[in-house]
Structures are given as C-alpha cells and as structure tokens.
C-alpha cells in the first residue's frame, strides 16, 4: 500500500464531512436542539481531520479550518442555551433560581433564533458544499503516511502541554483549551482506525469520556458566567448557586484529571512511533474505508 493512502484517505473523509454538515445545516422551522447539535459535532470533526493536513499543505488548509469556525459560530449561541438550559433541570435548583434562569435563556435563545434566521442557510450550505468541492481537488501529491503521523502527534503533544498546564492550576478556560485538542485527536484516530480499528476507536472512545468530562465542566461554567450576568438573581440566589456548580465541577475535575492520565501516559514519541507502526501495516486499506464512510465518529 502506497504511502499516499492515508492522506487521500483523509481528504476523502474531511470532503465528505463538510458535505454531510452542509445537508444538516439547519434552515427556517428546522432549529431543533440535535439538529444544531449534530451540525456543530460534523463540523468540529472536519475541523480535526483538516488539521491532519494542515502542517503540509499550509494556507488551503489553514483557510478551510477558519471558514468552518465562521459557519459552527453561526448556530453556536442556540446550542449553548439548550445545554445550560439541560444541566440548569438536572442541578434542580429552587424555584427562585430556575425560574428567572429559565426566563432568561428563554429571552436569549429566541434572540440567537432571530438572528440565525436573518442568514440564508441555503447560502451556508452553498458555502460548506464550495469547500468540499475545493478540498476534493487538493493537490496531496507530496504528502504522505509520515505527514499524518506527524500531525497526529502534535495534536497529542499539544494535549499533553494543555493538560499539564490545566491540572496545575484553577483556570477553567485552561481545562476547556484542553477540550478543544481531545475533541481534535479524538476524531483524528477515529479517522485513522481502519489502521487498528479495536485499539484506535477504544482508544478515541476514551477521548470522547474525556470530552464529555470536560465539556460539562465549562457548561457549569458558562451557566454560573449567564447567571451572573444575565439571569437576574438576588445575591443570596446567585451565592447558592455558585455553590452548587462548584461542587460538581470539583467532582468532574477529578474525573478528568484521572481519564487524562490515563489517556496520555506515553510520551508523544511514543505515540507517534506507534501510530506509525499501524499505518505502515494496517488492518484495513484506508481507500475503502473512505468509500465505505461519508461521517467519522458520531
């Protein structure tokens, strides 16, 4: 097998999960949660296949990855209600908390509605489609296995820095720049499994853990930041509501820091000589995975 493949392999599946965002991109009376929810995940996932191009290719590459921020921004704000919204319900806190909170996402999120209506989606959809169409036809002639290696590492290594640094000290914006790179590698092995599929998708289901450890850490971020802000409470309200969101992310903190560990023990030489090793001899061709899957992950 060429060492080609996996690039190719790659850019297949990086055109066909912008088209896939592009058929999911929500438009007028389509503004359900999981619909939205589903468009931001697709779109994260190119995102993190991109970035396994991007060392080698550069500017094409590094101007796809923005044109995907602008468009996840784009129904990002709508998302971010209906998540607070959840873990408000599940904190299930006195009615002179949940009733302003409640009122006010409610407020915020017709907002983040009427401003997404004001955008045609045919145009985003347009827009996502126009970037497929330029990343199939992608000159990947020079790269090879080695480059996606390469790429994968550096996500690892930029994980372990950002977690190092995260578990240091109490920044909650440093656990959520971590978040950002286990969501990167946890799609770049999942893109990558065919080369060991039992090991790689168990090893980027363990990402996933992380990322959902992570992830509701800095929605009890966000929420505490929105009440404070937004959500009109009394200060004894807000007071015990701080409280209540330290708690569990002092709870969720600790699990993170385990799954962490456990997650980058070996050194980032390690990884990529390993990831390497299953490429070189692969349990599947990448060429008919990429044929075989229009979506990474889920």
């Known amino acids: 097998m060429g060492a080609r493949a996996w690039p190719l392999h790659c850019q297949a599946l990086l055109a066909a999960s912008v088209r896939t965002a592009a058929q999911q991109f929500p438009g007028r009376g389509q503004q359900a949660s999981e619909r939205i929810h589903d468009v931001r995940k697709t779109l994260k996932e190119a995102r993190a296949i991109a970035r396994l191009l991007l060392p080698c290719l550069g500017e094409p590459a590094r101007v796809t990855i923005t044109a995907l921020a602008v468009t996840r ?15 408000l319900r599940r904190l299930d806190p006195p009615s002179e908390i949940a009733k302003p909170l409640t009122a006010a996402i409610a407020r915020d999120r017709a907002a983040a509605l009427s401003s997404h209506a004001r955008f045609a989606a045919s145009a985003s959809r347009a827009q996502l489609n126009a970037i497929a169409k330029r ?53 770049q092995l999942a893109a990558l499994s065919p080369a060991w599929p039992e090991l790689l998708s168990a090893q980027a289901e363990g990402l996933n853990a992380l990322r959902d450890t992570l992830g509701a850490f800095n ?26 969101l330290q708690a569990k992310q002092k709870k969720l903190r600790r699990r993170a820091r385990v799954e962490f560990d456990r997650l980058f023990a070996e050194t980032p030489d390690a990884f990529a000589d390993r990831l390497a090793a299953y490429l070189k001899r692969p349990v599947d061709k990448p060429s008919l995975a990429a044929k075989a899957q229009s979506k990474v992950g889920s």
């Open 219 to 244: 929605d009890f971020t966000v929420l505490a930041s929105f009440a404070a802000e937004r959500g009109g409470l009394a200060p004894e309200a807000l007071d015990h509501l701080r409280t209540q």
């Open 73 to 87: 921004r784009r129904v990002g704000r709508a998302r971010d209600l209906d998540v607070i919204e959840q873990r």
């Open 135 to 187: 990343v199939e036809a992608w000159d990947l002639g020079d790269v090879g296995a080695n480059d996606i290696v390469e790429a994968a590492a550096r996500t690892y290594s930029q994980a372990c820095r950002r977690g190092r640094l995260a578990f240091r000290g109490e920044d909650p914006a440093a656990l959520h720049a971590l978040r950002s790179r286990v969501v990167d590698l946890r799609y």
